[in-house]
């Protein structure tokens, strides 16, 4: 194979005047073998490779499926004389002597440039209330709650589910009397795209992952929000790996290119679970995994309230991926804040973990708070006939405790 890409005419080589992209749109019969060798040698990305190949068909008028049967026999082929794996292979003395740049922060503690996030969560609950805001304070250089804009970068809201005419209200209530931007935020509705006539975002189409994949490529966006999964990829069944892959190769592409994405998805249909619906393959290229839910003793009066557990965290941990109830405020002037309490604020969670044989010095720890607010709340529990203790530092429910607190699912905390 090395011996024929050196035949390749050099009208046909890689120059600044001659990039891939041309050579797919002034390709002939004569110079596809000289076009599918390029491309073999010079390209490993999937997506990209794809995208080439489908511009080459065009200009062909052949099927691409056609053109890929041909490419794989390039790849097949290719081996190690197109790649030499040696130079990919650093010593330790040298890696750790590197000068790797350390990617910035766009939102303290755990939102860096680069990375893929997921926030899961009920139906209802308010996690696009969350992901707007969110997206509004880091344009703006603004502290939601407990987190802190480091970075503002350009942000890309891709919308899958909201009425445009909603997401336009809600937009104008969460900056209103807010600074203006520091950096842009750029919506791309789904709604207004259908009424529009243009095709919609879809996930689960390779050519859409493409034609968008370009589009990034030439944008200067930070960080892309995907809200949500489900939305924008119908069709996809959610329990399946191998209908996820292709779009985990595509979300990683993103990131190479220096891109942020959040995706937002749907847990369970019980609201006091955390796990995310559908294949556990959805997390697995994760940087940090966020799960809102209903915290304990949540009456459906108390509006926009969750608590935000850090599931999945690669490189946070400490006080910056601790658990703690966000709830939107609204205010007389139509404005809304954000307010972040302590979990521990909430005694129900003390009571659910001893209600469930936690002992309750492992309380402390697994809270993070001390032995003396752990005894005054099972005190009161008892006193409220919830709890009662088999023996030193072991309760157990009572009836009325086990119907007021134990269905709920305290899985998450045990598990640390």
């Not at 290119?257 to 998805?265: A, D, R």
Request: proline share 5%; with cysteine; net charge neutral.
């Amino acid at each position: 194979m090395q011996d024929y890409l050196n035949d390749i005419p050099p009208e046909y080589r890689k120059t600044p005047d001659l990039t891939l992209g041309d050579f797919a749109e002034k390709v002939t019969s004569e110079t596809l073998p000289f076009f599918l060798a390029r491309l073999a040698n010079e390209s490993s990305d999937k997506e990209y490779q794809r995208l080439i190949i489908d511009e080459a068909a065009k200009t062909l008028n052949k099927p691409p499926e056609g053109l890929l049967g041909e490419f794989q026999k390039y790849q097949q082929t290719s081996g190690n004389e197109l790649i030499d794996l040696s130079c990919a292979i650093i010593g330790e003395t040298d890696f750790l002597n590197m000068e790797i740049k350390p990617r910035p922060m766009i939102i303290s503690p755990w939102l860096k440039v680069g990375d893929l996030v997921m926030i899961t969560a009920p139906r209802g609950i308010g996690k696009s209330w969350l992901v707007h805001s969110l997206v509004t304070a880091i344009t703006r250089k603004l502290t939601i709650g407990l987190w802190k804009t480091e970075n503002p970068v350009e942000c890309l809201l891709v919308d899958g589910e909201m009425a445009s005419d909603d997401l336009q209200k809600r937009l104008r209530r969460i900056t209103k009397k807010l600074p203006a931007p520091v950096a842009s935020l750029d919506i791309m509705s789904a709604d207004l795209m259908h009424q529009k006539g243009f095709p919609t975002p879809n996930l689960a189409n390779g050519q859409w992952r493409e034609t968008f994949y370009e589009f990034l490529k030439k944008s200067n966006y930070g960080l892309v929000i995907i809200d949500n999964v489900a939305a924008l990829s119908p069709g996809l069944d959610e329990n399946s790996k191998q209908e996820w892959d292709p779009i985990n190769q595509f979300l990683l592409s993103i990131r190479f290119l220096g891109i942020s994405v959040i995706l937002i998805h749907h847990s369970g249909k019980d609201p006091k679970k955390t796990s995310q619906r559908g294949t556990s393959s959805h997390e697995d290229a994760l940087d940090t995994s966020i799960t809102l839910k209903q915290p304990l003793g949540y009456k459906q009066t108390d509006g926009c309230r969750f608590m935000v557990e850090f599931t999945k965290s690669r490189s946070v941990c400490g006080d910056g991926v601790r658990s703690f109830i966000f709830s939107l405020e609204d205010h007389d002037d139509d404005t809304v804040t954000w307010k972040a309490e302590n979990k521990t604020s909430d005694p129900n969670t003390v009571i659910a973990l001893l209600g469930n044989g936690t002992r309750q010095k492992d309380v402390t720890s697994i809270l993070h708070i001390d032995k003396a607010t752990v005894s005054r709340i099972k005190k009161k529990a008892e006193l409220d006939s919830l709890l009662v203790e088999e023996k030193k530092g072991i309760c157990k429910f009572t009836p009325k405790g086990q119907t007021q607190l134990g269905d709920y699912d305290i899985s998450s905390l045990l598990s640390r």
